[in-house]
């Protein structure tokens, strides 16, 4: 008597171990795929998450099911359906930054690579099927929404009447409306915890030098910009990072990273004992002036119970006198951001240009300048109307070409760097766990912005933050703990976040609606 094995495929909340579980029974990579790309024709109109889809997507599962067949080893994230943000290069795919004028369907011109960047490239070489690019607000600029897209606004997938979170919206809302199992963020302000912690969703801010960054449209690659994954649960985004991390000839940068990362991977160091013992700093006004409102305070004090049941020590604002929270220095943007280390985007974005191959149609800083200037970012109207207060930031944009004057951003760093450390050694810490945002998150139309705890320092600094989430505020908001530690600590921020996750399961499964 033989068994029926099911091969019917439910991608709802789908982790990495439930692919493997379903090739298992027989289900096919090109049948996984098709069954997410169904799903994305049923939800994607309405919410707006994937604006590029890969029209290779099916050959590329087929390829995997041959090699599977063919006893080969096709990689550790095999037929896993991912979604990339739109600024990460792929090669044959636009990269249009979310703006009109860099997206030929909205009447621009397309900036097309002709080759992978590090992190797609590694995705790929993983096994990973990449069902398409995701939307951004234009240039990145906004780490609360994507309204001004020209692909239109992304929305919640948790909770489509509040803001989903920014620059990496798309790929939040693809992953928590399981329009796909995994996908890639990137952060320069805020743009992988903020869409993560909006979201109900597990983000790694990695440390600076992790994880390569060349070929992904910059916004301050030289000095903080970072590509993490985003996933549904600790264990995915572990086994993401496993893929995503190490040096890369193409980004010097990441030379900085040999030798931290855990011999046997993110992955296998999850241990769900790990906060038991542990001493983590609070916030306070040590670290930040800015109070935490009451409906955030209450949650935070119900989520600092939470750990202490896990058997954690914590210490409140160890920051105090320390002078840490004097060190920012907030732009006119929007509260509590400090843009620094944006000072060199022409000199970045000018090296972006010149990587897309010599067939791309803007090569250089100059060019991208002329084809943008009936609608100047820089200009007092422009999304980073905020860059031209930054010193040296002229200097740089009338000589892109030229290493930009950046000894505001590095006496900032060296200075974070060194109170953060002296800190965690006084307090005998083992890290820090705050609330991801300080306020509840806004509502859709409300005008308001994500009021986020930790972004200008954690990013100045190069700080790596792990975001999980915490279950809701009163007033039903999603809300994300996020627990930040030293440089290249990724691997017990990721086992103190699973321990947190496994004992509270706090995840909610959203209902989509077409």
């Known amino acids: 008597m033989t068994t029926a094995v099911s091969t019917a495929i439910d991608t709802v909340e789908m982790t990495v171990a439930d692919v493997a579980a379903a090739f298992a029974r027989g289900v096919t990579a ?57 600024t990460m290069d792929m090669a044959g795919l636009p990269s ?97 915890q903020n869409p993560a912690a909006a979201q109900d969703l597990v983000g790694i801010k990695p440390s600076f030098g992790l994880v390569p960054n060349a070929g992904v449209m910059p916004l301050a690659g030289s000095t903080r910009d970072v590509v993490g994954p985003i996933a549904r649960c ?8 496993d893929v995503l991390a190490g040096f890369s000839p193409e980004d010097p940068k990441t030379a ?47 989520a600092i119970g939470e750990l202490e049941a896990r058997g954690a020590v914590l210490v409140e604002d160890p920051f105090a006198g320390t002078g840490f929270a004097d060190i920012a220095r907030p732009g006119p943007a929007a509260d509590g951001y400090d843009p620094r ?3 060199g985007l022409p000199h970045d974005l000018d090296q972006y240009l010149k990587r897309l191959g010599p067939q791309a149609a803007i090569r250089s800083f100059d060019a991208f300048k002329a084809a943008v200037a009936a609608e100047d970012p820089f200009g007092p109207d422009g999304v980073l109307f905020d860059l031209a207060d930054l010193p040296g930031f002229r200097a740089s944009l009338a000589d892109p070409l030229a290493p930009p004057d950046l000894s505001g951003f590095l006496a900032a760093k060296e200075a974070y760097l060194a109170i953060f450390a002296e800190t965690l050694a006084r307090h005998r810490l083992d890290g820090l766990v705050l609330p991801q945002m300080r306020e509840v998150l806004p509502l859709v139309g ?47 921020l990721l086992s103190f976040a699973f321990d947190y996750e496994r004992a509270t399961r706090l995840r909610r499964p959203p209902a989509l609606t077409p």
């Open 256 to 302: 900085a990273g040999i030798g931290h990362r855990p011999p046997a991977g993110y992955a296998a160091g999850l241990d769900p004992g790990s906060l038991r013992g542990r001493r983590f700093g609070l916030y306070g006004p040590g670290w930040r002036s800015q109070p935490l409102s009451a409906e955030v305070a209450a949650t935070y004090r119900r």
């Open 96 to 192: 249009t930054g979310g703006w009109r004028l860099l997206s030929a369907r909205a009447g621009g011109v397309d900036l097309i690579p002709a080759t992978d960047s590090p992190v797609v490239a590694r995705m790929r070489a993983a096994g990973a099927v990449i069902l398409g690019k995701t939307n951004v607000p234009v240039l990145s600029a906004s780490g609360s929404h994507a309204d001004d897209s020209w692909a239109g606004a992304t929305l919640n997938a948790a909770d489509p009447g509040r803001v989903p979170g920014g620059s990496s919206a798309g790929t939040a809302t693809a992953v928590a409306g399981s329009l796909a199992v995994l996908g890639l963020a990137e952060e320069t302000g805020g743009s992988i």
């Open 234 to 241: 600790v264990r995915d985004a572990a086994l993401t990072l």
């Open 341 to 343: 280390g944006s000072e």
């Open 446 to 492: 409300s005008g308001a912005r994500i009021q986020e705890t930790a972004v200008s320092e954690i990013n100045i600094a190069g700080l790596p933050g792990v975001t999980v989430p915490a279950g809701r505020t009163a007033s039903g908001a999603p809300f994300g703990l996020l627990f930040i530690g030293p440089m290249w600590s990724e691997a017990a």
């Open 30 to 86: 090109e049948a996984l795929t098709q069954t997410f790309l169904d799903r994305i024709a049923r939800y994607n109109p309405r919410y707006v998450a994937v604006i590029t889809p890969n029209p290779d997507a099916l050959r590329e599962a087929r390829e995997i099911d041959r090699r599977r067949t063919a006893g080969e080893a096709p990689g550790p994230l095999a037929g896993v359906p991912v979604v990339v943000k739109d």
